[in-house]
């Protein structure tokens, strides 16, 4: 039905509807999302014993607060009941305020990175690619913008994905070196692609990150010592989104992508022409071995496939200046039931975890009154 709705039906989303436990009930633009039962839901949950029908609570509201502070002052007041992708810089605060919330921590589920335009000059040559990866320190900027609380390597392949996943120790001589800060073999491998001098280039970066903002300081530090110049361009996350891939992306990109599965994460960022491909990198060997690798049906040969094909993304192609990613956390208060800190399942998907969480009424009166 939604198919055949015409364009300007389909782009309403009072007009968007599937199968989950919630649907749209209102949207008030930069405020916050509502989402109330689906009455039709198929699923249910057996909790001691009985089974009831999903989901457990009538809605679900998405509270959109720009400000940090004002988001953590939300949280402190009950006013929100769960909050993810917490900072470690906040946490103390909290804990503090707030006592009787629970945490639970984990490592973002995407990789963080510039994106270098390998389709323009200077990035167009791998050498100045290796060299910008070489001038900056990413186990400093793990240890004191992170706390000492993150991966350094966790793009494109994520390290929880343990049959996939290559540690860094593991990884070829060249693939290690870029994860070492070597400002003067930056500036031989610059002289070397003919940029003895260096050069200028800008990087968009979304003011909607906090981590993003601050590193930026970092990475315009490090690069300054091999002669690079960096320009930063701060957007809102509107402007910053639809410059990816479009006339106004900078040659720098810095951004967060997420995992996905290990075949669709090589497939969206480095296939030609995929929309996630900001770093806009083609390579036919690449694409041929990757559609190859979709469409292979024996297993263990596929994943031998895809576990090469992310290491050449990672010491041979070099499309990105990689960067740590960073540890969140969660928090909620005990009123939450059956919940314990869990955020997407499947395809970056929270339904089926919002579905089946209940609200102790009595116990959050209780807390907040006493």
Known sequence: EWQNLSEDERADWKNAAGTGPYRIADIQTGRQQVYEKNDNYWDTTTIDGEEYQLPLNEKVVYHIIKDESSSVAALSSGRVDIMEAIRWQLVDQLKKTAPELEFRKHVATQGTYIA?????????????????????????????LLNGEGELLNYPFAQRWTEFYTPLEDLSPAA???????????????ADAGYPKGFSFDVQVCSCSPYHMDVVAMLQAYYQ?????????????GAFRSNMRGDNQAGGYLMNNGSGNPIQVLRKSFMTGQTWNA??????????KITAAIHEPDNEKRNASIRELNDFIIE???????????????????????????????????????ARIWIDQELKDKILND
């Open 279 to 288: 770093s806009r990198y083609s390579n036919e060997d690449f694409d041929k």
């Open 116 to 144: 270098l335009k390998t389709d323009e000059k200077p990035f167009d040559d791998v050498r100045v690619r290796r060299a910008m990866n070489l001038a900056i320190d990413q186990r400093a900027i793990l240890s004191s």
């Open 316 to 354: 041979e192609a070099v499309p990105h200046v990689w960067l740590p990613t960073e540890m969140v956390y969660s928090a909620w208060w005990p009123w939450v039931k059956n919940y314990h800190g869990e955020t997407r399942i499947g395809a970056v998907k929270p339904n089926a975890i919002y």
């Open 225 to 237: 010592q091999v002669g690079i110049n960096m320009n930063v361009k701060t957007l809102e996350y």
């Open 176 to 190: 290690k070196e870029l994860f070492s800060h070597n400002p003067e073999k930056a500036k031989k491998l610059l």
